[in-house]
């Protein structure tokens, strides 16, 4: 775990302005409340409502992201209202809740837009249950998320927008179709509400004050997930996080018990921490939210050892809800979600080949730099989605080891892609017309891969050419894919 965060490749320093960017725009939120006159209730609304501004929105171009964060706060303030006014009627508070998270993980079927839409309607009802907002708070807390959201996007699109000097981003790919129950986001929708409906309940007989950290939980274990062993996965992490930052903050919240100056240091740290480790370690960044979230009980009076404790069995409770949800109601299984991001990524393989080809052979026009983007996110989702097979306490060796090849058989493909594109890029890269040939190969090598049909293994010469060498490690690594992509019974794809 320390290894992942310490040692994991960083291209660029984007996770490193990512995080410091973070803890500007949220230190700037928080200054412009308090300029304001807003109260401590009034400014930690608005430092949250700038950190999920600055965290939850990602869409692929700058505009894109621009017009999703303009559009937080018309969503955030009919939820915080329907929050306050709701609080002195629990029944109706608690079913409100259930219906902004069903609502909040369907919308992911509108791609990074909906889903961030989704966590920040979510947040702030959240927030609102954290604070114990009333009605009458309303006006203040309004003015601190509208005037947070505007100093999260000055710092984001103004003072640092490193992103318009990289290379566009490719847009996450959507997770797998279909129509009604077969659709993901659909199934994801009924299991969070179930989840959360248990958390809900368990976490209230748990605490009348607190309960809402269960509903978080179950939550926050949903995101970003696909399938039954993600969100398994996950949960386990989520909880693990919790342990250890509860006890850091033993021994660094619990001292330091809201005094000012070490207050707002420890919590940089954390803004800093959430956003540099989210993007490698789940358990990381939960470490860095729960110290976080003990930073701000501190400044509100309340923290202590009781609490932390208490933060720990909701947390158990939310995990244990998602954990139910994904097991009982309307299932995901991984198999069936590695199978579909790895016909897509054997799919865009094929498409990346094809389109490197043509340009090779003078095609205006053909440019395979996006396609190699897709298909490395469609990889990481791969990743993502065999992670409960290769994970530690996972007892199936025989599971664990067949998707470890395959995955090490597509990180293969993806380099000999890599290095294809490469060539291509040459300008005085000349076609060869053994390149259709390999081209073709390859076209059948997926097809076969995809339609559960043996691959033929061929013996070919070694190629001086840099571009045939590339395709014919291409057309091994496919031929080597077939056979931990079956299982004995020989089902194409879910054996891993």
């Known amino acids: 775990m320390l290894k992942k965060v310490f040692m994991a490749p960083d291209p660029g320093r984007v996770r490193l302005r990512f995080a410091a960017r973070a803890v500007l725009g949220v230190g700037l939120a928080v200054v412009v409340c308090g300029l304001a006159g807003h109260s401590l209730t009034g400014a930690v609304t608005g430092g949250l409502a700038a950190l999920l501004a600055l965290f939850t929105v990602t869409d692929a171009t700058v505009r894109g992201q621009a017009v999703t964060t303009a559009l937080l706060p018309a969503v955030g303030l009919p939820v915080l209202a329907v929050a306050a006014g709701l609080h002195d009627h629990p029944v109706a508070r608690d079913l409100a809740f259930l219906a902004v998270v069903g609502l909040g993980v369907y919308a992911r079927r509108w791609g990074p837009r909906g889903h961030s839409l989704g966590v920040f309607a979510f947040m702030t009802y959240f927030v609102a249950q954290f604070l114990q907002a009333r009605t009458g708070q309303l006006p203040e807390l309004y003015a601190s998320v509208v005037l947070s959201v505007l100093a999260a ?30 659709r993901v986001t659909t199934r994801q929708a009924i299991q969070a509400t179930a989840g959360a409906g248990f958390a809900l309940v368990v976490g209230q007989l748990v605490s009348g004050q607190r309960w809402y950290w269960a509903v978080g939980a179950t939550w926050w274990v949903f995101v970003n997930t696909t399938s039954r062993g993600e969100t398994l996965v996950r949960g386990f992490r989520r909880v693990l996080g919790t342990v250890i930052g509860i006890g850091l903050a033993l021994f660094v919240a619990v001292p330091v018990h809201g005094d000012a100056v070490p207050t707002v240091l420890i919590v940089a740290v954390s803004v800093f921490g959430i956003f540099y480790t989210a993007a490698v370690s789940y358990t990381w960044m939960m470490l860095w939210v729960t110290l976080l979230a003990a930073m701000l009980y501190g400044l509100l009076g309340v923290l202590g050892p009781g609490l932390l404790a208490l933060r720990l069995v909701e947390t158990g409770v939310g995990a244990l809800g998602a954990a139910l949800a994904v097991a009982l109601v309307l299932p995901v299984t991984t198999h069936s979600v590695t199978d579909a991001w790895i016909q897509r990524a054997l799919h865009c ?51 664990k080891r067949r998707a470890r090849r395959v ?51 061929r013996t070919v010469p070694a190629a001086t050419e840099p571009a045939l060498a590339h395709l014919h490690g291409l057309e091994r690594a496919l031929a080597e894919l077939a056979a931990p992509l079956r299982t004995p019974s020989g089902s194409p794809l879910v054996g891993a």
């Open 407 to 457: 995955l090490a058989l597509l990180d293969d493909c993806a380099r000999e892609i890599r290095g294809l594109v490469a060539v291509a890029a040459d300008p005085e890269a000349s076609h060869d017309a053994r390149l259709a040939a390999a081209c073709r190969r390859v076209e059948v090598a997926v097809e076969a891969l995809t339609g559960g049909r043996d691959i033929a293994v």
């Open 349 to 399: 393989v094929h498409a990346c080949t094809a389109e490197t080809a043509a340009r090779l052979a003078g095609a205006e026009g053909a440019d395979p730099a996006p396609k190699v983007a897709e298909l490395e996110q469609l990889l990481a989702r791969v990743r993502l989605s065999v992670a409960p097979l290769v994970h530690p306490l996972n007892p199936m060796r025989g599971r």
């Open 153 to 182: 996007a000055a710092v984001r699109f103004g003072l640092w927008c490193y992103e318009r000097r990289l290379p566009p981003a490719a847009a996450p790919p959507p997770p797998p179709g279909g129509t009604g129950l077969a």
